[in-house]
């Protein structure tokens, strides 16, 4: 019996540490803006506490998932999940337009543009 076959190879070179790097970048750029700066228009204010607890992590490239957190809340705060969680109708937000699920609503609002950010970010890695 007779065979053909035909053998395609290339080698590509990158640096993956230049990819890790870009993905973190664009993650953690993505999770303060839109995100936590859209949470910040909409968390509930009294006395500002809450709203200055807010934070972003920075992500370490080297980590396995490579990953960010967006939060609220700290040992003088220990009331952001329930302020965030608090869907009691009769509640009079004293900040118009802020209210319950203020991290939630802007994630939940842009987690879809995350995949081609994330593209992006790889291609970028990849050019270097």
């Known amino acids: 019996m007779a065979r053909f076959d035909i053998k395609v190879e290339t080698k590509v070179n990158f640096d993956p540490d230049k990819v890790r790097q870009e993905v973190a970048a664009e993650l953690y750029a993505w999770a303060n803006d839109p995100v936590f700066n859209e949470s910040q228009d909409i968390v509930p204010v009294d006395t500002g506490a809450l709203m200055n607890s807010g934070n972003v992590s920075l992500p370490d490239p080297a980590a396995d998932p490579i990953s960010v957190t967006i939060g609220y809340g700290n040992v003088a705060v220990d009331y952001a999940l329930a302020v965030h ?12 337009g802020s209210g319950p699920k203020y991290l939630e609503r802007p994630f ?16 970028r890695g990849l050019e270097s």
Do not use: D, F
């Open 108 to 123: 939940e609002a842009h987690q879809g543009e995350l995949p081609e950010r994330i593209k992006g970010a790889i291609l």
């Open 85 to 96: 969680e608090n869907l009691n109708a009769h509640v009079k937000w004293t900040r118009p």
